[in-house]
Every structure is written in C-alpha cells, then in structure tokens.
T-cell receptor, first 115, second 116 residues
C-alpha cells in the first residue's frame, strides 16, 4: 500500500545548526514528492517538490531536499536553521504510478529551533 | 496571502446537519483540491477537480461531495455530520494543465468546522 512516513514527531535543533527532517515513502511507480510547512493557525505553504531530474531539489527559504530512490527517502534539509523555521513540516507523495493521482501525507514533524 | 479564499472561516453545527464550504481559487488556476486536517487522522487528501471535472479522489467519505463550477470556484458539501467530522478543511489551487504537469499548490486559510 502507498504510504509516507515521517519517523520523528519532533526535531529540536539549535539556531545556526544544520537541520534534517526525515521522510520515507512507498508507492508504485515513480513518485512526485513534496514538502510543505504549516505555521500556527495558517494553511500549508509549499516548500519544494521533486518530479524528475536532479535528485537535489532547492526550495523556498533556503530549504533543500534530496531524492534517494534506493532508500525511498526524501529528507528535508537546511544548512543553518533559524528560529523562524519553527513550524510543522509535512512530506507528501502523489501516487502517479497507480493512476489514482492521490496525495498521501505524512503525519508531520514539528521542528523547534532553539535560540 | 496565497490568493485562495475560503468561506466561512469558522462553522459550528450539530450532528446530522449538512454544511457547504466554499473555495475560490487563485485567478487563472484550473485545479482545486480539498483536504481535511484533524488531530486523529492528520492531513488527508479528499478530492481534486480540474476545470469542472473530478480528476483524483482520496479518502473522501460518501457523505461528502464536491463540485467545481464554471467560474472555477468549488464547494465541498458535508452531510449527516458526525462528531468526528470536526476538523480544519483546506482548499488549494494550482495551475496544472491537462498534460499532467504538476504545478505548485497554493493553500487557502481553511475553514474550521466544529460539530457538536
């Protein structure tokens, strides 16, 4: 069955340090992969996506993610965290291979950047 | 501001009732998506419409239905409401074209539904 896993409910990192938010997926065929961020009482904001091409994808606010087909992972990274990055992050996959085009979201990872 | 508007912002109703949530996409966007976010189920994709036609279906209950009108706004109808339907309902739009190209989704602020 198609699924997305975000194994960490919360990630704490000191300001200025690199951050990683993990995501693994399981879908049939080639996935479309996404990262979204949700600030308190706000809707989701798109950060970046991987459809095809270069495995390293650069997105908004200095974030990037690396698509790793062999490990079925799409971890979100940022070289230097800011306190303002503290938010809820969602990984999502669009199941194109099955023909359903359904979106499947992970359970979210709360990122806390400490000053 | 994403350019996607949703009304109402808040809705309180009783079990068994029916409500309609409305979404206006960004100008020019043909695709509209609906999502449900609840504490116990997380973020769930419900349904996508493209230029008036249903394009993709997720975990949408039979009690729920949606449509997209010729002016491209969309409505999500929730009927026979249950306590568990209390959630935040998001709409998003994107400039997907008919080639299947996957464009960025822009989310509205959401409608918070409380079923008592």
């Amino acid at each position: 069955a198609q699924s997305v896993a975000q194994p960490e409910d919360q990630v704490n990192v000191a300001e200025g340090n690199p951050l990683t938010v993990k995501c693994t997926y399981s879908v049939s065929g080639n996935p479309y992969l996404f990262w979204y961020v949700q600030y308190p009482n706000r809707g989701l904001q798109f950060l970046l996506k991987y459809i095809t091409g270069d495995n390293l994808v650069k997105g908004s606010y200095g974030f990037e993610a690396e698509f790793n087909k062999s490990q079925t992972s799409f971890h979100l990274k940022k070289p230097s965290a800011l306190v303002s990055d503290s938010a809820l992050y969602f990984c999502a996959v669009r199941d194109v291979g099955s023909g359903t085009y359904k979106y499947i979201f992970g359970t979210g990872t709360r990122l806390k950047v400490l000053a | 501001d994403s350019g996607v508007t949703q009304t109402p912002k808040h809705l309180i109703t009783a079990t068994g009732q029916r409500v309609t949530l409305r979404c206006s996409p960004r100008s020019g966007d043909l695709s509209v998506y609906w999502y449900q976010q609840s504490l116990d189920q997380g973020l769930q994709f419900l349904i996508q419409y493209y230029n008036g036609e249903e394009r993709a279906k997720g975990n949408i209950l039979e009690r729920f239905s949606a449509q997209q009108f010729p002016d491209l706004h969309s409505e999500l109808n929730l009927s026979s409401l249950e306590l568990g339907d209390s959630a935040l309902y998001f709409c998003a739009s994107s400039a997907d074209d008919n080639s299947g190209r996957q464009e960025t989704q822009y989310f509205g602020p959401g409608t918070r539904l409380l079923v008592l």
